[in-house]
């Protein structure tokens, strides 16, 4: 199991942008990724080879590998990504229990 790395945590990937495909549209290369991938570039004006950051959730993780939602689900090897925050989940502030009357 990739350590540090659970399920519901945010990481972030580093790719490198490959080509323009349209005015609003880049196409990234994502290291152990094996197929382009593309996103929506709506801040800057990348040029190719530059580096880009995507953030995504954890869906999945196995022994090496963790499938990371970037708007589809990408599964690459545990050491490409990095950890932004850890999940927590929610606290109740009420019990579940009613007091009894």
């Known amino acids: 199991m990739a350590k540090g790395i659970n399920i519901g ?9 490959r080509k323009r495909v349209t005015e609003d549209r880049v196409s990234v290369s994502i290291p152990s ?13 990348v ?9 995504g959730n954890v869906t999945h993780v196995d022994e090496n590998r ?3 939602n970037l708007g589809a689900p990408v599964t690459v090897d545990a050491a490409v990504v990095r950890l932004v925050s850890a999940y927590k989940p929610p606290t109740r502030r009420a019990p579940l229990v009613d007091k009894p009357t």
């Open 9 to 17: 945590d945010e990481v972030v990937i580093t790719a490198t942008v």
């Open 33 to 45: 990724y094996g197929q382009p991938h593309s996103v929506i570039d709506h801040t800057t004006k």
């Open 47 to 55: 040029q190719k080879g530059q580096h880009i950051e995507l953030i």
């Open 66 to 68: 963790v499938t990371v």
